[in-house]
């Protein structure tokens, strides 16, 4: 699948992370757009940065939640996929990839 045109606001920022960070950013934002891709009542992302981060939201449809990418020089090690807290998908994530995913919000705040 051919890739979406990244904002120069976007590629600013995953350019000023660590290399090890921004490759698995770059790697989480490729699935996001492939998937998002693969389904259509998703309609188009919208790829922007919210709070200083990448941002994936669907403004034409609203049929998902925002996902936003981050790494902290507090957390190194960890990259950071941001969503909404008045969902249910932290929830969902932690009971399909327990072992896969640290799913807590203070890792990296």
Known sequence: MTEQTM???VAEVFASYPDEARELLLAVRSMILNEAK???EVGPVTETLKWGEPSYLTEKTKSGSTIRLGWKAKAPDKIGVFLNC??????SYR?????ELSC???DLI
Not at 95 to 99: I, Q, S, T, V, Y
């Open 7 to 9: 904002p120069t606001n």
């Open 104 to 106: 807590r919000s203070s």
């Open 38 to 40: 693969s389904k259509n």
């Open 95 to 99: 009971a399909l990839f327990p072992d």
């Open 86 to 91: 008045n969902t249910s998908l932290v929830e």
